[in-house]
């Protein structure tokens, strides 16, 4: 079996982001290779783990969010000699909490062999609704998953990076979307027109510990999380008119689902994932 790439996005939290490393290196021993991509960090908030510490004026002052971060090192990957030496790669943000014991990569590794249409795969959270309609121990394929924590099969994500002069604005998320507002339905609309599948599975969990943004605010340099979220979504909304011509995040969902449902008329041996 290869080996899967995570990739941790980091702000000047530098301990929550060694924990993180750890508790991979832990309970996922010889499955992965860590990558921490440091967003503009202070070089004294730097985790002992980083491996790019972007530092630009427009990073330093502004960070790279989830699309630019971990474009960014993805491309890093591609550049290197050793894309081909991975499978699968798992991007998280340092505000993800794994349960101590839980071996993730391990996990998640056997779901995309055991799902072999699934491109993407999300650990549940305890906190969301989805977590019912999976059911205990159980995987399903959704129009809709949250972010802190994505699962990616390499060969689905051959099919949609962009080779032609790369750069982490725009190498398998759009860059544009700074925020991220839908960048998350935008990404498994993709899946589904390209014949994969989005899943969430409960056979594993990650939490997103939302104390970093409401707590550490000023450590990481950014908004805070009332400020965040206005601008998260009135910037989203101009990004969604301006790429798509939707008004609403309802567009955008009816539009996800109706790439989810054709998956199921091309692909009916796997309704029984439907939710």
């Not at 309970?27 to 730097?46: I, M, P, Q, R, W």
């Not at 081909?84 to 014991?101: R, V």
């Not at 965040?228 to 609403?248: A, D, H, P, T």
Request: glycine residues 4%; hydrophobic residues 35%.
């Amino acid at each position: 079996m290869k080996l899967t790439a995570t990739i941790i996005l980091n702000r000047n939290l530098p301990r929550e982001t060694n924990n993180l490393v750890e508790h991979l290196h832990k309970f996922d021993k010889d499955l992965t290779n860590v990558f921490v991509v440091e967003a503009g960090s202070e070089k004294d908030n730097l985790s002992k783990y980083c491996t790019w510490h972007v530092h630009s004026h427009e990073v330093m002052e502004n960070g790279l969010r989830y699309s630019r971060g971990m474009n960014y090192g993805l491309l890093e990957l591609w550049n290197s000699d050793h894309w081909e030496s991975y499978d699968s790669f798992f991007l998280i943000t340092n505000d993800t909490k794994l349960p101590t014991g839980q071996k993730t990569i391990k996990t998640l590794q056997a779901l995309m062999n055991e799902h072999p249409r699934v491109g993407l795969i999300s650990p549940c959270s305890e906190k969301w609704g989805e977590k019912d309609l999976v059911g205990q121990d159980s995987t399903k394929y959704f129009w809709f998953i949250h972010n802190n924590a994505y699962f990616l099969r390499r060969e689905f994500v051959d099919q949609l990076i962009d080779t032609n002069n790369p750069t982490y604005m725009d190498f398998l998320f759009d860059g544009n979307n700074f925020r991220g507002y839908l960048f998350e339905s935008e990404i498994i609309a993709k899946s589904y027109a390209n014949d994969w599948a989005a899943a969430i599975t409960t056979k594993v969990f990650a939490e997103e510990d939302e104390s970093y943004l409401l707590d550490k605010s000023h450590l990481i340099k950014t908004d805070n999380y009332e400020e965040n979220m206005r601008l998260y979504v009135e910037e989203g909304l101009q990004w969604i008119k301006k790429k798509y011509g939707f008004n609403s995040r309802w567009q955008m969902m009816q539009y996800v689902k109706l790439f989810y449902d054709k998956f199921f008329e091309y692909y009916p041996e796997y309704k029984a994932n439907k939710i």
